[in-house]
Structures are given as structure tokens and as C-alpha cells.
T-cell receptor
Framework: AQKVTQAQTEISVVEKEDVTLDCVYE???????LFWYKQPPSGELVFLIR??????QNEISGRYSWNFQKSTSSFNFTITASQVVDSAVYFC??????????????FGTGTRLQVFP | NAGVTQTPKFQVLKTGQSMTLQCAQD?????MSWYRQDPGMGLRLIHY???????DQGEVPNGYNVSRSTTEDFPLRLLSAAPSQTSVYFC???????????FGQGTRLTVV
């Protein structure tokens, strides 16, 4: 069964602090994909990154970085030198492809990040 | 380039009424889905479709119905609205479930 757990409900930091958002997933499949989406206060959902289960290489995009560890079933997201514009709800998501079944995308409960000036 | 168009943006229903939330995409995506967002619950999958004529239930399907007669459209029907269905609803589309999803702007539904 699929499951995504984001244990941190809300995180508050001061601008320029680094912050890590945790994501733990469960799947029985060997082929799966992990995602992060951002929902700013305006409400739209914005894609940030996708990672497949065969690529454990960490990724960095500007101030954003992602750490994928299959050994701990985690896909954590770090924002370096946070800014007020990073304030949003961040969702981790999982898509797996069980044999003989339809694939689907499910989300975690989200982490609300507040960055104060 | 419209992307995913979701209507209406706001709706108030009385308990027991029925309605359809519309979702249309112009990206020729095969995969479409409906989620509801409630405080503390994240985005929960209601129904999804991997192509025209193929739908399946998600995590919270009760009280909702879907059909997919065309690639472009994926309407969500509330059969008999209940206060527990008060939520924000998002429609999403993507080429597959494991590629980038594009979301509609959301529908804020209140059932009184």
C-alpha cells in the first residue's frame, strides 16, 4: 500500500535560516516516483521536483536541495537561506506502479512553512 | 494555453443537493484526478482516471461519482451533498501519474 508521511505539521523560521522538510514514504513496489509540490498562500499547486526510485543522487536547484535515501524511505527537502517568499505549504507525493493495477499519485498531509523577516 | 480549467471557483450547496464540478484540460493528458484538501489532512485522492473510459476510486470516493468520456474532461459529481463534503477541491492532469501534474485553481465548496 502507498503512504506518505510528513510528520512536521508546521515549521517557523527566521529569514536566512536553513530548514529541512521531512518526507517518509511506504510502497511495496520497486518502481516508484517521488515528488514535492509547493502551495503558496495564493492557493495554487506548483511542481518542484520529481525523483524516480532508481536514482538516489541528491539534487540541488539554487537554494533548494533534495536528499533521497531508499534505506530509510525518505525524500527530504532542504531550503538554504530561507526567504519570506518560501512561506507556503509543501507537499510530498508518491506514485507507484503496482503490477496489474492502476498507478496513482497520493500526497502527504503537507508541512506549513512560515518564514519571518 | 489554458492548462487545467476548473469550475466553479466557489459554490454553496444545501444538504442533499447534487452538483457537478467541471474539469477540462487542453494538454492531451491521459491521467486526470480529483483531490480534496481539508485542514490537517493534506490532499486526499477522490477518484482518478488513466484514460478515457477508465476510472478508479482513490482514498475517499464515497459520495462522489466520476466518468471520463473524453480525454479532455473529467467531471466530479456530488450525488447528495453533505456538510462533511465541505472542502476545497482540486482537479489535476498529467501525462501519467508519475509525471508532473498540473492543477486547476480549486473549487471552494461549502455545504450547509
Amino acid at each position: 500500500a502507498q503512504k506518505v508521511t510528513q510528520a512536521q505539521t508546521e515549521i517557523s523560521v527566521v529569514e536566512k535560516e536553513d530548514v529541512t522538510l521531512d518526507c517518509v514514504y511506504e510502497t511495496r513496489d520497486t518502481t516508484y516516483y517521488l515528488f514535492w509540490y509547493k502551495q503558496p498562500p495564493s492557493g495554487e499547486l506548483v511542481f518542484l521536483i520529481r525523483r524516480n526510485s532508481f536514482d538516489e543522487q541528491n539534487e540541488i536547484s539554487g537554494r533548494y536541495s533534495w536528499n533521497f535515501q531508499k534505506s530509510t524511505s525518505s525524500f527530504n527537502f532542504t531550503i538554504t537561506a530561507s526567504q519570506v517568499v518560501d512561506s507556503a505549504v509543501y507537499f510530498c507525493a508518491l506514485s507507484d506502479i503496482p503490477p496489474g493495477s492502476l498507478d496513482k499519485l497520493i500526497f502527504g498531509t503537507g508541512t506549513r512553512l512560515q518564514v519571518f523577516p | 494555453n489554458a492548462g487545467v480549467t476548473q469550475t466553479p471557483k466557489f459554490q454553496v450547496l444545501k444538504t442533499g443537493q447534487s452538483m457537478t464540478l467541471q474539469c477540462a484540460q487542453d494538454m492531451n493528458h491521459e491521467y486526470m484526478s480529483w483531490y480534496r484538501q481539508d485542514p490537517g489532512m493534506g490532499l486526499r485522492l477522490i477518484h482518478y482516471s488513466v484514460g478515457a473510459g477508465i476510472t478508479d476510486q482513490g482514498e475517499v470516493p464515497n459520495g462522489y461519482n466520476v466518468s471520463r468520456s473524453t480525454t479532455e474532461d473529467f467531471p466530479l459529481r456530488l450525488l447528495s451533498a453533505a456538510p462533511s463534503q465541505t472542502s476545497v477541491y482540486f482537479c489535476a492532469s498529467s501525462q501519467t501519474s508519475y509525471t508532473e501534474a498540473f492543477f486547476g485553481q480549486g473549487t471552494r465548496l461549502t455545504v450547509v
